[in-house]
C-alpha cells in the first residue's frame, strides 16, 4: 500500500458513523485504498463485494431487502455485533443507495464505497443519503505522490520540506518531473518496469475507459463520432473550449456535444475551468479551458508542445489540493494561467523571462489577488510543498 494524500483525510472521518464514498476515474487506486480500510478495520466481520462481478451484484439487487442481509449474512457478516461492508464498482447496482440507507438506519452498517465516476454517482446518492456519507475524490498521483511512490520523498510536510533542502533531491525532482509529464500519474503505470509497459498500460486503460464507461454505462448511439471528440479535446489541452466550433468539426450538434461534454467531464476523462471574475454570471457565460485526466495518457495518444504538456501536468498535480481552480485572460490575450481558490495566482513557463513577473504583478495588482508564484521545470518545490501560500511580493 502506498501513501495517497486522501488517506488522512478518509481516517479524519472513520469514527463518523457515515458512509465513505470513493470517486474517481478508473484505475486511479480506488480498490486499494478500499482493500487497504477493510483489512485494517474489517477483521472478521466484514465483507468485500465486487459489484463489477455479476455473481456478486445480483445479491445486491434484490427488492426485498431481508434477502439481501440473508446473503450478507452468509458471507459472514454477525449484524447483532459493528460491521462493515465494502462495495467496490457501487456504480453498476442503481438501487444502492437506498439499500445503503435501510441498511444504515437499521442495523448501523458501516459502509465502505467506490465508483469509477461522479457522473453515475452524483445521481445515485440522491438526497435519501443526504447527511450519511463522505465522498472522496480521488485522481491521477499528483507529482508529490508520485515521488513518494519513487521513493524520493517521505509522506510527511516536515520530512518533504527537509528532503528539498537536498541538493541531491532538488536535481532529481527536476528529472523525474520529464517522466511524470511523459507518463502521467496513474499508479500502475508510475510503478511499471519499462517504457514499453508504460505505453501499454495507457492504451489498455483508455480503451477499458471506453469500453466501460462510454459504451458499458452511457449507451452512447454515436460512437464514432464520440471518439473524435476525446481525441480533438485532448489536442485542445489549454485552449479556450467554443462548442459551436468543436460540434462543426467532429460533425455533431452542438446540443448533443454539451451532453457528451458533461459525461466526459463527469466521469473525469476531462476537466473544463472557468474565468475568474468577481461577477459569477459573467465568468460562467465566458469560454472554459480545457484540461485532461492525465497527462500519461494524452501522451499516448496527441503529441503537444513541451508548454501545453507542462501545463497539464502541473494542472493535475494542483487539482486535488484546492476547492477551486479559474483562469483569467484579458481580451488582449494576456493571462493568468491558474487563480486557486481566487487568492493565489500561478504561471506557469517552460521558459520564463524576467518580464513574466513584471506582468503578472500587474495583473494580479488588477485583480486583487495577493498572492502569486511562476512555475518552471527549475523551480518546482512549491509544487511538490504547496503548503505557503503566501509567495508573492
Known amino acids: 500500500m502506498k501513501y495517497r494524500d486522501v488517506l488522512p483525510k478518509i481516517e479524519a472521518v472513520l469514527d463518523s458513523g457515515k458512509a465513505i464514498v470513493l470517486t474517481g476515474m478508473r484505475r486511479v487506486g480506488k480498490t486499494t485504498i478500499l482493500r487497504h480500510f477493510y483489512h485494517r478495520l474489517g477483521g472478521e466481520n466484514a465483507v468485500f463485494i465486487d459489484l463489477e462481478n455479476p455473481v456478486e451484484r445480483r445479491a445486491f439487487e434484490k427488492e426485498d431487502y431481508n434477502l439481501i442481509k440473508n446473503e450478507l ?26 439499500v445503503m440507507k435501510f441498511f444504515v438506519d437499521t442495523y448501523g452498517t458501516r459502509f465502505f464505497v467506490s465508483g469509477s465516476a461522479s457522473f453515475y454517482l ?21 507529482f508529490r505522490e ?4 519513487k ?17 541531491r533531491v532538488r536535481a532529481n525532482v527536476e528529472s523525474l518531473f520529464e517522466e511524470y509529464m511523459r507518463f502521467g500519474g496513474f499508479p500502475e503505470v508510475v510503478l511499471a518496469g519499462s517504457e514499453e509497459e508504460k505505453r501499454m498500460l495507457l492504451k489498455e486503460m483508455f480503451v477499458s475507459f471506453y469500453q466501460k464507461e462510454v459504451l458499458g454505462l452511457a449507451g452512447f448511439r454515436k460512437n464514432r463520432e464520440l471518439m473524435n471528440l476525446m481525441l480533438f479535446m485532448m489536442e485542445s489541452v489549454g485552449s479556450l473550449l467554443d462548442v459551436s466550433k468543436v460540434a462543426r468539426q467532429v460533425g455533431l450538434s452542438r446540443h448533443t456535444v454539451k451532453g457528451y461534454l458533461e459525461f466526459l467531464t463527469g466521469s473525469y476523462f476531462l476537466r473544463l475551468i472557468h474565468p475568474f471574475s468577481l461577477n459569477r454570471q459573467v465568468e460562467i457565460r465566458r469560454m472554459p479551458k480545457v484540461y485532461m485526466c492525465d497527462c500519461g495518457m494524452l501522451n499516448a495518444f496527441v503529441t503537444l508542445d513541451r508548454g501545453r504538456n507542462f501545463e497539464q501536468a502541473v494542472f493535475q498535480s494542483i487539482l486535488p489540493s484546492v476547492e477551486e481552480i479559474n483562469f483569467y485572460r484579458k481580451k488582449t490575450g494576456q493571462e493568468v494561467d491558474f487563480i486557486l481558490d481566487e487568492h493565489l495566482a500561478v504561471e506557469v513557463k517552460w521558459r520564463p523571462s524576467g518580464y513574466e513577473e513584471k506582468r503578472l504583478r500587474a495583473m494580479c495588482r488588477q485583480l486583487g489577488i495577493k498572492d502569486w508564484l511562476i512555475l518552471s521545470p527549475k523551480n518546482l518545490n512549491w509544487l511538490v510543498a504547496q503548503e505557503d501560500r503566501t509567495i508573492g511580493p
Open 151 to 167: 521513493g524520493l520523498l517521505p509522506p510527511d510536510s516536515e520530512g518533504i520540506r527537509r528532503a528539498l533542502r537536498s541538493e
Open 73 to 98: 449474512e452468509l458471507k459472514g457478516v454477525d449484524f447483532s455485533k459493528p460491521h462493515y461492508v465494502f462495495l467496490d464498482e457501487i456504480q453498476y447496482v442503481r438501487s444502492a443507495p437506498s
Open 122 to 142: 452524483k445521481n445515485l446518492f440522491s438526497e435519501s443519503l443526504a447527511g450519511r456519507k463522505f465522498i472522496f475524490e480521488l485522481y491521477p498521483l499528483t
Open 146 to 149: 508520485f515521488l513518494i511512490f
